[in-house]
């Protein structure tokens, strides 16, 4: 399912393993989305499925002005083995007025150092990638989750097997579960905020939201 959204002008600099994945998706979502990156290689192995990649080294302030960075809705910094030049890089998008800075990093000192000279967000990939897998691995009844808060997160889940053959409201999720049912997904159709007459099959797989103890408390069942 494709959902309606405006198109972005993307810039990413840094074409390691999580620069070209971003890249890749961001393109397949039909965004304008320009790749820059100071290896050869790189840059030759992106140009086979992307338009507007550069090669250029972005600690140089001279390439990044080349850039025109106030142009785009977004600049992703995506250098991940090199902390100063992911540095170098952020501030000097800062200083020639990027509207939007996302950098990469791994560690919580440097994001805080990242923010201060200039990035509004600091994602670790690396660190959720992790945290999801050992929550699918100690929980395999899991299948995705987000967390919202330490406390509320959302699930996707196999329909429990004594749902089967009963309609949501017979089974009063929101009262006795203390969860919310967000959509229910079966092969490649998506059914997002549920009828209280819907009848389970026993095949699909529900997006539900609550606390986390609640969450816990039903995956029990």
Not at 40 to 45: F, G, K
Not at 190 to 217: C, H, R, T, W
């Amino acid at each position: 399912m494709r959902f309606k959204h405006e198109v972005k002008s993307i810039l990413v600099i840094g074409m390691g393993r999580f620069g070209r994945h971003l890249a890749r998706k961001l393109l397949e979502l039909d965004n304008e989305v320009l790749v820059v990156d100071k290896r050869e290689d790189m840059v030759q192995e992106m140009s086979e499925i992307m338009e507007d990649i550069l090669i250029g080294d972005c600690t140089n302030e001279h390439v990044v002005k080349s850039l025109g960075v106030r142009n785009f809705d977004l600049c992703f910094v995506t250098i991940g083995d090199n902390f100063e030049s992911s540095l170098i890089i952020t501030s000097l998008l800062k200083k020639m007025g990027a509207k939007y800075i996302v950098t990469k990093s791994s560690r919580d000192v440097q994001a805080d150092i990242l923010k201060q000279i200039g990035a509004d967000e600091v994602i670790y990939p690396e660190r959720v990638l992790a945290e999801k897998l050992a929550v699918r691995i100690s929980k395999p009844n899991i299948v995705d989750y987000i967390e919202l808060t330490p406390e509320y997160v959302i699930f996707e889940i196999g329909v429990p097997l004594s749902w089967k053959g009963k309609t949501i409201a017979s089974i009063d999720v929101r009262r006795r579960y203390q969860v919310s049912i967000l959509c229910i997904k079966q092969y490649d159709q998506v059914m997002p905020m549920p009828e209280a007459d819907y009848e389970f099959l026993g095949n699909e797989q529900i997006v539900i939201s609550g606390k986390l103890m609640d969450m816990e408390k039903l995956m029990e069942r």
